[in-house]
Nanobody, 122 residues
Framework: QVQLVESGGGLVQAGGSLRLSCAAS????????MGWFRQAPGKEREVVAG????????YYADSVKGRFTISRDNAKNTVYLQMNSLKPEDTGVYYC???????????????WGQGTQVTVSS
C-alpha cells in the first residue's frame, strides 16, 4: 500500500512554470514506478509522464515533451513534475499515481493521489 499527496498546483500565466510534488508514504516507494496524469474538464484523464522505480527510464506524452520533466528522489519518497512554458491547454487537475509494474495508461496504475489543480491563463 502507498498513499500519495500532491502539492504545488496553482494559477500561472502562459509561458510560466510550476513544479508539482507528490509525497508518498510507505517504505517501498522505491519499488514503484510513478506517473503523472491530468484531467481537464469534460475530458478523459490522460498520462503526462512516467518514471521507473530507479529513475532510469522516463516517458512523456507528445504534448509535453521538451517542456515537462519528471524526476524522483527515493530518499525523500517524492516524485516531481517540473512544468515549463505552460500553455492554457495544460490546465487541469494533475494526479500522481503509482504502479508495481510499468505503464503509460491509466489502467496500469494501482494507487492515486487526490489531485492538484493547475490553471494556466492566456
Amino acid at each position: 500500500q502507498v498513499q500519495l499527496v500532491e502539492s504545488g498546483g496553482g494559477l500561472v500565466q502562459a509561458g510560466g512554470s510550476l513544479r508539482l510534488s507528490c509525497a508518498a508514504s510507505g517504505r517501498t516507494f522505491s519499488s514503484y514506478a510513478m506517473g503523472w496524469f491530468r484531467q481537464a474538464p469534460g475530458k478523459e484523464r490522460e498520462v503526462v509522464a512516467g518514471i521507473s522505480w530507479s529513475g532510469g527510464t522516463t516517458y512523456y506524452a507528445d504534448s509535453v515533451k521538451g517542456r515537462f520533466t519528471i524526476s524522483r528522489d527515493n530518499a525523500k519518497n517524492t516524485v516531481y513534475l517540473q512544468m515549463n512554458s505552460l500553455k492554457p491547454e495544460d490546465t487541469g487537475v494533475y494526479y500522481c499515481a503509482a504502479t508495481g509494474r510499468w505503464g503509460t495508461v491509466r489502467g496500469s496504475y494501482d494507487y492515486w493521489g487526490q489531485g492538484t489543480q493547475v490553471t494556466v491563463s492566456s
